[in-house]
């Protein structure tokens, strides 16, 4: 699979998170790296071209400075419509696509690859020197983030007070990041965005550390999407009363499709059950509610037809259907074309009518349940679904350019695999252990210690022995890299292959040095390959000499 090293270790194969926009998605791994699929137009993939991928590629992230990707770890991705955005661990914002409203953070065209959001590295931005983005999300034409101290920012195309007050709400592009000034002195622990609106999960205190969090929304409210009992649009921040604080629901997730909303909710304290429901609102004439009817809703109701006694913990929106994941591996959706987002121009086989009821999705004809699932994410017409605790993905719903990552354009009218690197069992390592295995391990503890007692010198002498080896190979490795390179050999210098697949790949490695090299050190390389080859040709010439000296000189030779 192009794009993808297929011998990286496990915990480097591990999906942690998903977006997905209009027709790509974006696939986070554990080691950092995001991968990205399905249609390129605007450059939204970040590979550079427009080009569709049928199944997932690297996306590199390079600093002006350095051109080294290594440098930047992701931590987060989010895709709005046509643009995506990574959060890298020192809290800078990569953003790449369509940015006609600013949405890339930039003033400028759109981008084919991923570029610092510079608003989040100027003084004047941090002149709080803790302060830190933490969180990101896109929808629509607008992307927003979350900073540590609780605050948001937004850009790109986001509504906005007008300047006239008779012209209330308005929709302007900004590619400058701007604070929400409604919600400073709040700790806003979530952010989610449509089309035109946005709602904002807000802790009552200054963490979300068990105190309450309300819900906020603001923006477009045609259709209801807003939970606020009317149509009314809205400038300012209000509270979804449904969730206040006399509420015996409290929410933990929040999604928003174009023109609807979806939120999952649990008892409050002291209720002690793990149950949670998914409420919905807005749009509701393709079923993306899960009422059971096509009417809209303005106030916040109950998805219908879910099992009772459910954990759910994941929701998402796609343009006119919605998606939930329970703890225990069932996935459920339902809106637009029996759930699956198609359009009716797209139907295909049997599938016809919307859902107006959650139908179940089930993984394989012969299991229902998607074993240790981890996130389910909606793009306008098709899903994706994280599982096996991260090491494989499923899609379904619309195939065109490839959005299905399954290396082909074909509608799905149930979860096929993404194309991903199998890992197998004997490969992961296991981080959790059950409660049989726990008992065993306290039982081998007291041997363990014995036996780790007796051995921890010989190990101790075995690893100083490795040691001097690898001190050794690394002065030989620095003097050779010096008079090749003229300059120290640093360990940004391990060639990318070697460091994380542990093979080395001599050829593609030397294009991409020489692509990489400016005139002075093409300069360098070419005279030390001269004296190198002159050197090569006097030792030759010297041999050859040698070899008939000894010819002239044995008595044998020269009477043959």
Known sequence: MEGTDTSLNAGNLKVTAIAAGEAHTLALTGNGRVHSWGRGMFGRLGRGSETDELSPVEVRFETPQFSDERRTKIVAVAAGAYHSLALADDGSIWSWGYNLYGQLGSDGENSAVPCLVEQFLKPETKSNSSLKISYIKAGGMMSLAIDNQGGVWIWGNYPQQSSSPEEGLSFMSTFT????????GHTVVKVACGTEHIVALVSTGKANKGDDVLCYSWGSNKHGQLGLGDTQRRHHPEIVETFNQNSPWEIYEVACGSLHTALLARKKPPSDTHESTCWTFGLGENGQLGHGTTKNAVSPQQVKGLPDSLALISVDCGL?????????????SWGMERGLGLCPGARVSAVSGDAVLPLLISCSEQNAKFDKPVQVACGAAHTVL??????????WGRGRSGVLGNGKTDDCLSPTPVLWPEVTEGDKQVETKTDNEEVKTEEKDSKQVAETDENLPSAMEKMKVLESRLSTMEQYASILHGSIFGKPFEERDIPISLQYSGTFDVAKEWENMLELADRAKLVRLEMFYRNMLAGVKDQLMKKRIQEVMKECLNPSARGN
Not at 177 to 184: I, Q, T
């Open 177 to 184: 990041p701007s604070p929400v000034k409604d919600l400073l």
């Open 320 to 332: 006119f259907h919605t998606s939930v994941l329970s703890s225990s591996g069932e996935a459920w």
């Open 386 to 395: 994280v599982a096996n605790d991260g090491y494989k993905m499923w899609s």
